[in-house]
């Protein structure tokens, strides 16, 4: 068994990867199913992190709506800048 030390600058705590390669095993299966998150170091310095595939999935889900909210916005900016035009008006300059 080995000790996850929890990390001065935020909640998730982190294990040395020679730690967590030694004890790989346990490592993924704390992650697995334990559903623990644990932040990979070397040298003091965190370089990965270990999710369950349930928060991938979350993280990755939130990253798509906060990407498409940014282009929303980004496409009524656009919009504006050119001077919008209402599905009225376009349906009347293309003659439907």
Do not use: C
Not at 47 to 63: I, S
Not at 80 to 92: I, M
């Amino acid at each position: 068994m080995f000790v996850v030390h929890k990390r001065e600058d935020g909640p998730m705590p982190s294990l040395s990867a020679v730690k967590a390669r030694q004890a790989f095993a346990e490592t993924i299966n704390r992650v697995a199913f334990g559903k623990e998150r644990i932040i990979l170091e070397r040298h003091g310095k965190p370089v990965v992190a270990l999710v369950p595939v349930e928060d991938l999935r979350l993280f990755e889900r939130l990253l798509e709506e906060y990407e498409d909210r940014l282009d929303v916005k980004a496409a009524r900016k656009a919009l504006k800048e050119r001077g919008e035009v209402s599905l009225k008006e376009l349906k009347t300059k293309l003659g439907l």
